[in-house]
């Protein structure tokens, strides 16, 4: 097997330096797909020159814009990628699409590269990841485990080092299922919240694009990009994914009271719960006992009411004109959908309703819930034995969470002594995504665990950003209003906060202008990659404050947006060429500071 050996983040900063080519990345991964020589992952790949080309023509784009340039990517079969076929798992359903799914797009257009669609349990149906005509992808991890489903190959992919994120799709938790039987993460977001635009519905109004990844933070990356209000999508949802933050001081974590916990008589995943609930109050979270009673009851309805019938809207054509292209089990789980009535969907929906009061109830006293994702997992061969019943217990914490509105974040836990990987999952109201993922992402580096199926440790967290607050709006600066500096209190006296130390991307030259005062510097972007990469700092103004300062400011000086060196951009000074005429170059000193300490800035 090939080893996992970059994250997004890893890929991404290789790429920049020029240390790798996103062309040699992609033509690793089709290698490493060739070595892995599971063919069950993949429905079907990109012509591998046709990938490498695409990766070879981002040279010609200024890569501190791009957050994903060169990083590939696979793409559930169920999602549309244009030239490839769309089939859901089932050849005679099939299509060619000429146009990405909303999601796809925003990944390509911000420098992913698809490598190809994977494997599904068929019409996104099922936990177990075994109902599918293409085969059964085996797990990366324990190879006798089912991978789990319905997002099979996309969580093998991850996990087997194939790819260092995917995408699934998630209705009753195939973004999360199949993310903790291969020990990796799994992000499943609001509804609403990534467009599901180009993707074939399972219960459209439940239906959410997950991401797989190795790191609480990919997936974020990964979300930051797919996530915003896209108007062509009917179920699109204008809201905002967040910024990650500190692990909060007085977290408040729910679980269920004692007895109400199901693992269907698996004590090993049992005890690895009690050993996940420890970890949590050793940093720092306090839990809260809640009743989970309603949120199994609400577990209930999704294949017991009228939501069946959703799934069966799909495939109903084809059910009628090729039952036998169906497979067995996921034609008798649709069936059941003809028998639903109006008026038993509407008592299912008062009854929804009355249930999402009592999950408001429970979350009027929490932060979020942590949960097993699942309660236990299965052999290929248990599943194929008893495939309704065993795939049923898989959901038990899974099923009711898009019913209620809830985002959900799946992490690796432990890996038991048998081989078999068990995590646990944060659950929040919608639009709380980045809240988890704040939590999240520490829990999963406490627990040391190795990332997917190999034995490569976590890269370590990095820093984060300081988040802006309510309107405010960041701006750089380079010269004389840095901190301690002459004009600093132009931004003090109106209350701006210093967020963070940083530098631009090497795409500015750097000057010190002739004949001002105090004295100042000027900056000038040119071609990407051909300039320094120059100290700034980044400060916080309101809205209000940040207009008042930039009608202060004084020719030659201007604002303008600034590329960062992490590849965001902010609004900072710049200036106007004209003032550089007769200006030293001192972009060798790397900033202002540096070079007044020479004592020629002052």
């Not at 591998?48 to 994903?68: G, N, R, V, Y």
């Not at 038990?396 to 078999?420: E, H, K, Q, W």
């Amino acid at each position: 097997m090939s080893a996992i050996t970059e994250t997004i983040a890893e890929i991404v900063a290789a790429h920049r330096a020029g240390t790798v080519t996103p062309a040699q990345t992609v033509a690793r991964t089709f290698q490493r797909i060739r070595d892995h020589n599971d063919p069950a992952i993949f429905i079907s790949l990109r012509v591998e020159a046709e990938a490498i080309a695409e990766a070879e023509a981002l040279s010609a784009k200024d890569a501190s814009t791009l957050p994903l340039y060169g990083v590939p990517v696979a793409v559930k079969d169920n999602i549309d990628v244009a030239g490839l076929p769309t089939t859901a798992a089932c050849p005679a359903f099939a299509y060619t699409p000429t146009r990405d799914a909303s999601a796809v797009a925003r990944l390509r257009a911000a420098g992913a590269i698809v490598i190809g669609k994977t494997n599904l349990d068929q019409f996104a149906t099922g936990l177990v990841g075994v109902r599918s005509p293409y085969g059964i992808p085996k797990n990366a991890v324990r190879d006798d485990l089912v991978p789990g489903g319905s997002s099979s190959g996309s969580a093998v992919a991850v996990s087997a080092g194939l790819v260092p994120f995917s995408l699934g799709t998630d209705t009753a938790g195939s973004g999360r299922v199949p993310a903790m039987l291969n020990n990796i993460v799994g992000l499943k977001p609001s509804l609403g919240l990534v467009p599901t635009a180009g993707v074939v519905p399972a219960c459209r109004t439940l239906d959410c694009v997950s991401i797989f990844a190795l790191t609480v933070d990919d997936a974020m990356t990964a979300l930051d990009i797919m996530g915003g209000y896209d108007p062509q999508d009917s179920f699109s949802r204008p809201r905002e994914v967040g910024a990650l933050t500190e692990f909060p001081k007085a977290l408040r974590l729910g679980v269920p009271r004692n007895g109400q916990l199901i693992f269907f008589g698996d004590t090993v995943s049992e005890k690895a719960y009690g050993d996940a609930l420890k970890r949590w109050t050793s940093l720092g979270a306090t839990l809260v006992e809640f009743d989970i009673e309603p949120f199994y009851e609400t577990a209930r309805l999704l294949y017991d009411g009228p939501w069946v019938a959703e799934r069966l809207l799909v495939i109903r054509d084809l059910l009628a004109s090729a039952p036998d292209a169906i497979h067995p089990v996921t034609r008798e789980i649709t069936i059941a959908g003809a028998w639903q009535s109006a008026t038993d969907t509407f008592a299912a929906l008062y009854k929804l309703q009355d249930l999402k009061r009592s999950a408001e109830t429970a979350f009027a006293e929490i932060d979020a819930l942590v949960l097993p994702t699942a309660p236990t997992a299965y052999t290929t061969a248990q599943v194929l034995a008893n495939p309704i019943e065993l795939n049923s217990r898989l959901g038990t914490y899974t099923n009711f969470v898009n019913l209620l509105d809830l985002c959900g974040l799946a992490l690796p836990s432990a890996m038991r002594a048998d081989g078999i990987p068990f995590g646990i999952t944060l659950l929040a109201p919608a639009g709380h995504d980045a809240d988890l993922a704040s939590i999240g992402r520490v829990f999963h580096a406490d627990t040391g665990l190795t990332m997917g199926a190999s034995k490569l440790p976590q890269p370590p967290l990095a820093a984060l950003p300081a988040a802006l607050r309510g309107d405010e709006i960041a701006i750089a600066v380079v010269g004389a209003h840095l901190s301690g500096m002459a004009l600093n209190g132009e931004l003090t006296s109106r209350r701006g906060r210093l967020l963070k130390a940083t530098a631009t991307a090497p795409d500015y030259n750097f000057y010190a202008l002739d004949g001002t005062t105090p004295a100042k510097p000027g900056l000038l972007r040119v071609a990407a990659g051909t300039g320094s990469a120059i100290a700034v700092e980044i400060w916080a103004l309101t809205a209000a404050a940040f207009g008042e300062f930039v009608a202060a400011i004084p020719s030659p000086m201007a604002i303008g947006t600034l590329q960062l060196a992490d590849g965001t951009s902010v609004k900072g000074f710049l200036a106007e060429p004209a003032a550089l005429q007769g200006a030293r170059d001192i972009s060798g000193f790397g900033g202002w500071r540096a070079y007044a300490a020479e004592g020629a800035g002052k």
